[in-house]
């Protein structure tokens, strides 16, 4: 199998040798200091300030962005949420569900928001903002200095879905004024799912600290408490933490997160220079490193190349769905990847051609 998805990812061989042991009780020294140890480890490749915190949530992804809803917005607030795709999306159902009023921008198809899109809502009264710097679902990485530019000089509460965005664009949380950073376990850190990552600014965490949001399993201030001693408030998931760790420690060996960043882009580009020929187009004006979405040109399906790598080469992608599934698909550049594995996916693209199937 080779996989070019979003997640989840390949995973390094050690990373996996990890899954195959015994998983070990976690109320121990041992565990706390490997907790401890990822904390800090996040923060350093977040860029975040030095009395930061980090959690660790048992869940998917989404369940971090939860988390920051409830914890850190209330009916009190006033929110400005990027609905640029379907996890711009799934933050305006969150807001909806948990009462936080809000108003949603709309970016066209493929396209970020400009400086002339966010002075509209200067002096405007808005308390919050909401953000996922790379949409995967579309493939648009969003300016994040334009927005944090924005928040700062309205004294807004940013926060940042960086899910798929963490280890693979340049980030510093500290000097962006971020107070919020979610991440999760099956993204770039190439790791199983089942965890989420939240960082936290001073800042947030005396928010969420003053907050009573009506949640006991996504409640953030008993998941910093037990934090503080490298514990968190129920089982979590204890093998996919070890192999986190030594995800992290990797990349901190080899160079830390500016090299895996660069890593990645490099990947990204060698991929995007060898798709020319190819009937296969890309429709972002700003691309992120961890995924390319194309728009197939040669009058096939975008679903049924994702069908016929998977059936017929091995090889998964991402398919896209509702009214982009025959429109679009999308080849990922995080994960255990190589540039043969990639000359491997070329291959099968040109393959495909002279056979009609792209
Ligand atoms: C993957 C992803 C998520 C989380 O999805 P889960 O399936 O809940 O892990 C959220 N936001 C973005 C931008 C993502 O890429």
């Not at 850190?72 to 909806?96: A, N």
Request: proline share 4%.
């Amino acid at each position: 199998m080779l996989n070019f998805t979003v997640g989840p990812v390949m995973s390094s061989a050690s990373v996996r040798a990890i899954g195959a042991e015994q998983v070990p009780y976690f109320r121990t020294a041992e565990f706390s200091a490997v907790m401890l140890e990822n904390e800090k480890l996040i923060k350093k490749f977040a860029k975040a300030e030095e009395n930061a915190r980090v959690v660790f949530l048992t869940s998917s992804g989404t369940g971090a962005m939860e988390a920051a809803v409830m914890n850190c917005f209330t009916p009190k607030d006033k929110v400005l949420v990027i609905d640029g795709g379907s996890f711009g999306h799934r933050f305006v159902e969150l807001l909806e569900i948990h009462g936080v009023p809000y108003t949603a921008i709309h970016p066209e198809f493929g396209q970020g928001v400009t400086e002339e899109t966010l002075r509209q809502y200067d002096d405007k009264g808005y308390t919050g903002f909401l953000v996922n710097l790379d949409e995967t679902s579309v493939g648009v990485l969003y300016d994040i200095r334009l927005i944090s530019d924005f928040c700062t000089r309205n004294h807004i509460f940013l926060v940042v879905d960086s899910i798929s965005s963490f280890l693979c664009d340049e980030f510093d949380m500290k000097a962006l004024h971020v107070q919020v950073m979610i991440t999760g376990s099956q993204k770039a850190l190439a790791c199983p799912p089942g965890v989420a990552l939240v960082v936290l600014s001073e800042e947030a965490v005396e928010r969420v600290n003053n907050n009573r949001p009506r949640t006991m399993y996504f409640d953030l201030k008993s998941a910093l408490k037990n934090q503080e001693r490298g514990q968190t408030p129920f089982t979590c998931a204890v093998g996919i933490l070890l192999q986190i760790n030594r995800r992290l420690r990797e990349i901190d060996a080899a160079g830390g997160v500016d090299s895996e960043v660069q890593r990645i882009g490099n990947l990204a580009k060698y991929f995007r220079e060898r798709i020319s020929g190819l009937p296969l187009q890309i429709i972002s004006d700003s691309l992120p490193n961890a995924v390319t979405p194309l728009t197939p040109t040669g009058g096939v399906s975008a679903f049924d190349i994702f069908t016929t790598l998977k059936n017929e080469y091995g090889i998964w992608v991402c398919p896209n769905g509702g009214e982009l599934r025959d429109k679009v698909f999308r080849v990922g550049h995080i994960g255990a990847l190589t540039e043969n594995d990639f000359d491997t996916l070329i291959e099968a693209f040109h393959d495909m051609h002279r056979l009609g199937l792209l």
